[in-house]
């Protein structure tokens, strides 16, 4: 059974870094997972932020990200270590920030109801 377990979430400053993590037990067996990071801010819509395929490391970004956000994956044991790295936060980065996970690969679009698990999501709060 696949779980998903976000940590790191927490107030940060505008300009500052901070990285929120994933672990994912379920799937260290098998490499043909894509993981992705969505966020959702209250009153807007979810939207996919970051996503990596575990087999090949290919990664994506939404364009409101790029440049700022790194994803990056591990393993520990039986457990795959999902990161996400934040610099350069703004306002527009508040959000609850949800770990989600696919079997197979990343397909062409990058959008919510494809993933199949789906972690209970970490707070990130944007100071100015």
């Known amino acids: 059974q696949v779980k998903l377990v976000e940590s790191g979430g927490g107030s940060v400053q505008a300009g500052g870094s901070h990285r929120l993590s994933c672990a994912a037990s379920g799937v260290a067996g098998s490499r043909n997972y894509c993981m992705a990071w969505f966020r959702q801010a209250p009153g807007k819509a979810r939207e996919g932020v970051a996503r990596i395929f575990i087999g090949n490391d290919y990664d994506s970004y939404a364009d409101s990200v790029k440049g700022r956000f790194t994803i990056s994956h591990d393993k520990v044991d039986d457990t795959n270590i999902v990161l996400l790295q934040m610099n350069g936060l703004k306002a527009e980065d508040a959000a609850m920030y949800y770990c989600?996970?696919?079997?197979?690969?990343?397909?062409?679009?990058?959008?919510?109801?494809?993933?199949?698990?789906w972690g209970q999501g970490t707070q990130v709060t944007v100071s100015s």
């Open positions: 989600a996970a696919m079997r197979g690969g990343c397909l062409m679009r990058f959008a919510g109801p494809d993933f199949d698990y």
